[in-house]
């Protein structure tokens, strides 16, 4: 299982091991069959960096499964929809092809991005998981972002004490992508 994903899924300024994906790792190896968890995520990621990296990424690991988190920084930056909707599904494509399947995880903006941007980015995840079959976590961060006591001061990146939640969000519909996953 491979997640390609930015500074929320790559443990921002907290112990490694407190991170959604780590929690994650820990959980899979008691399951059965025991799965092995690559994070390749890097803080500032966008889409298109995530898709520069990504043929490299399925040729070296193999995955059954990726979980797609990208899309923030794109937002943050203010990018054009249509750009990050077109990276978005190369990567889909790029995994599909690989033999891969995919989870993809949404994300929401700060409400001063204004809402139809916001709009925009929250259609242009469920569009993507529609065309391409695939699960959906609408908003990675839901009962989080919200919670100034589980935020980090910036108010865009979780504290360790949110991330068992965020790992709450992604679980149904990993075990979706998980069932489908080989």
């Given at each position: 299982?491979?997640?390609?994903?930015?500074s929320?899924?790559?443990?921002?300024?907290?112990?490694?091991?407190?991170?959604?994906?780590?929690?994650?790792?820990e959980?899979?190896q008691?399951?059965?069959?025991?799965?092995?968890?690559?994070?390749?995520?890097?803080?500032?990621?966008?889409?298109?960096?995530?898709?520069?990296?990504?043929?490299?990424?399925?040729?070296?690991?193999?995955?059954?499964?990726?979980?797609?988190?990208?899309?923030?920084?794109?937002g943050l930056?203010?990018?054009?929809?249509?750009?990050?909707?077109?990276?978005?599904?190369?990567?889909?494509?790029?995994?599909?092809?690989?033999?891969?399947?995919?989870?993809?995880?949404?994300?929401?903006?700060?409400?001063?991005?204004?809402?139809q941007?916001?709009?925009?980015?929250?259609?242009?995840y469920?569009?993507?998981?529609?065309?391409?079959?695939?699960?959906?976590?609408?908003?990675?961060?839901?009962g989080?972002?919200?919670?100034?006591?589980?935020?980090?001061?910036?108010?865009?990146?979780?504290?360790?004490?949110?991330?068992?939640?965020?790992?709450?969000?992604?679980?149904p519909a990993?075990?979706?992508?998980?069932?489908?996953s080989?």
């Amino acid at each position: 299982m491979l997640v390609l994903g930015d500074s929320l899924s790559a443990a921002y300024r907290i112990a490694a091991e407190s991170g959604w994906v780590a929690l994650l790792s820990e959980r899979l190896q008691q399951a059965q069959p025991p799965r092995t968890v690559i994070n390749a995520s890097i803080s500032g990621e966008t889409s298109a960096g995530g898709l520069q990296r990504l043929p490299a990424l399925l040729a070296q690991h193999k995955p059954g499964l990726v979980i797609v988190e990208l899309g923030a920084n794109d937002g943050l930056r203010g990018l054009p929809l249509e750009q990050i909707q077109t990276n978005l599904k190369r990567i889909l494509t790029a995994c599909r092809d690989a033999g891969a399947n995919v989870l993809l995880l949404g994300i929401e903006l700060p409400v001063n991005y204004g809402p139809q941007y916001r709009g925009g980015l929250r259609q242009l995840y469920r569009d993507a998981a529609v065309e391409f079959n695939v699960p959906l976590v609408p908003f990675l961060l839901e009962g989080v972002a919200d919670n100034a006591a589980l935020m980090q001061e910036d108010g865009l990146h979780p504290l360790a004490a949110g991330e068992p939640r965020v790992l709450d969000n992604v679980w149904p519909a990993l075990q979706t992508a998980l069932s489908k996953s080989h």
